[in-house]
């Protein structure tokens, strides 16, 4: 267990010179995103960002993914495996939501602090975390348009090819070809242009919104995270097929719900979601990320007041996360009713 401590410190420090050095290059410490210069400037007071309570937060994942990890090099029974992915995907989920209000700006009040810790916990996804902020970003600009209906496809679309994405996401797939993506844009950063994507029209979206200014530091975090990873099964000694399936207990319950909010929602941008749950501990947990409908409304506010925020809007109904998720295998449906994306080619900064 010191091993790994030890070798996290060590990558900490590596992690923290380097990023500082490509920020200073491409001066990313003075871009921010439309959604992060509204959260800076605080628009309701009412919601300040719990600074404190998420460093806390932060700090015991760290923790407890790296006692997970150490339990895996010591797990031989595949019941063992399959109790430290259930925990990993519970674990996991929590992370990202930790990612998901770093994105945001609302995080930390200070804004290298802020980027800093997503990139850190980024790596624990693992995906670069100006890749999947963009995306992320871009996902509030598109969410419902015809360039983001996962559910739905169009006169002239590739059916099977909408059924295969939509299919893909609810079996994790997705999870997996963001992970990959490390490696990819690790080596071959230039492969993030729309040329590539032109079979799958919200793939050309995302990629149209891409700032190009990211590029070399999405390239060094693709890099990072593959030294992280591999350092983490060399210190341990962990099997890559245990660690893979471990990890696989998060990516398949975070891509399963990627779409469960939004699947047959009103074609709107805002209001084109819905809150869910699973079990109230598992919603703390997961920091109020299933009261969804709030968070589309209101971006820049903390998880810590969504379920409040919900309540003064009259938007406390709730469907069962499991039950949202099955119905989703039905399939995408076709459909007549067009949607424009008012963002697109704007480019996220």
Same mark, same amino acid.
């Given at each position: 267990?010191?091993?790994?401590?030890?070798? @996290?410190?060590?990558?900490? =420090?590596?992690?923290?010179?380097? @990023?500082?050095? +490509?920020?200073? @290059?491409?001066?990313?410490?003075?871009?921010?995103?439309?959604? *992060?210069?509204?959260?800076? =400037?605080?628009?309701?007071?009412?919601?300040?960002?719990?600074?404190?309570?998420?460093?806390?937060?932060?700090?015991?994942?760290?923790?407890?993914?790296?006692?997970?990890?150490?339990?895996? =090099?010591?797990?031989?029974?595949?019941? *063992?495996?399959?109790?430290?992915?259930?925990?990993?995907?519970?674990?996991?989920?929590?992370?990202?939501?930790?990612?998901?209000?770093?994105?945001?700006?609302?995080?930390?009040? +200070?804004?290298?602090?802020?980027?800093?810790? &997503?990139?850190?916990?980024?790596?624990?996804?693992?995906?670069?975390?100006?890749?999947?902020?963009? &995306? /992320?970003?871009?996902? /509030?600009?598109? $969410?419902?348009?015809?360039?983001?209906?996962?559910?739905?496809?169009?006169?002239?679309?590739?059916?099977?090819?909408?059924?295969?994405?939509?299919?893909?996401?609810?079996?994790?797939?997705?999870?997996?070809?963001?992970?990959?993506? $490390?490696?990819?844009?690790?080596?071959?950063?230039?492969?993030?242009?729309?040329?590539? %994507?032109? %079979?799958?029209?919200?793939?050309?979206?995302?990629?149209?919104?891409? $700032?190009?200014?990211?590029?070399?530091?999405?390239?060094?975090?693709?890099?990072?995270?593959?030294?992280?990873?591999?350092?983490?099964?060399?210190?341990?000694?962990?099997?890559?097929? /245990?660690?893979?399936?471990?990890?696989?207990?998060?990516?398949?319950?975070?891509?399963?719900? *990627?779409? +469960?909010?939004?699947?047959?929602?009103?074609?709107?941008?805002?209001?084109?979601?819905?809150?869910?749950?699973? %079990? &109230?501990?598992?919603?703390?947990?997961?920091?109020?990320?299933?009261?969804?409908?709030?968070? /589309?409304?209101?971006?820049?506010?903390?998880?810590?007041?969504?379920?409040?925020? =919900?309540?003064?809007?009259?938007?406390?109904?709730?469907?069962?996360? +499991?039950?949202?998720?099955?119905?989703?295998?039905?399939?995408?449906?076709?459909?007549?009713?067009? @949607?424009?994306?008012?963002?697109?080619?704007?480019?996220?900064?």
């Amino acid at each position: 267990m010191s091993d790994i401590i030890t070798a @996290v410190a060590t990558f900490s =420090s590596i992690l923290t010179e380097k @990023v500082a050095s +490509v920020y200073r @290059v491409i001066g990313c410490a003075e871009m921010q995103t439309d959604l *992060q210069v509204a959260a800076s =400037s605080s628009s309701d007071a009412r919601f300040p960002i719990p600074a404190s309570l998420n460093l806390c937060i932060t700090g015991v994942q760290i923790v407890s993914a790296a006692m997970i990890f150490w339990l895996t =090099s010591l797990a031989t029974e595949w019941w *063992q495996i399959a109790g430290l992915a259930c925990a990993f995907g519970l674990l996991g989920n929590s992370i990202y939501s930790i990612i998901h209000e770093a994105e945001h700006g609302i995080l930390h009040p +200070v804004r290298w602090i802020n980027d800093g810790i &997503g990139v850190l916990m980024a790596l624990l996804f693992p995906a670069p975390f100006h890749l999947i902020r963009q &995306g /992320h970003i871009g996902h /509030h600009r598109r $969410n419902r348009s015809d360039d983001e209906a996962f559910d739905l496809y169009f006169e002239g679309d590739r059916p099977w090819l909408k059924w295969l994405i939509l299919y893909g996401i609810l079996t994790g797939f997705y999870w997996m070809l963001v992970a990959l993506s $490390n490696v990819v844009v690790a080596i071959v950063p230039s492969i993030l242009n729309r040329r590539f %994507f032109e %079979f799958d029209r919200p793939s050309v979206a995302f990629m149209d919104s891409l $700032n190009p200014r990211y590029l070399r530091i999405i390239q060094l975090e693709g890099q990072l995270t593959c030294v992280l990873h591999a350092a983490i099964v060399w210190v341990l000694g962990i099997p890559v097929l /245990h660690y893979f399936l471990v990890y696989c207990g998060f990516g398949f319950s975070w891509s399963a719900m *990627q779409y +469960v909010h939004h699947f047959g929602t009103e074609r709107h941008v805002l209001r084109g979601t819905r809150n869910v749950w699973l %079990f &109230g501990p598992i919603d703390l947990l997961w920091l109020n990320h299933n009261w969804h409908l709030a968070h /589309h409304e209101e971006p820049t506010v903390p998880w810590i007041y969504l379920p409040q925020l =919900s309540a003064e809007r009259n938007e406390t109904e709730r469907t069962f996360l +499991v039950g949202q998720y099955l119905k989703m295998w039905r399939g995408p449906r076709k459909t007549g009713e067009h @949607v424009e994306n008012k963002f697109a080619g704007k480019i996220i900064q």
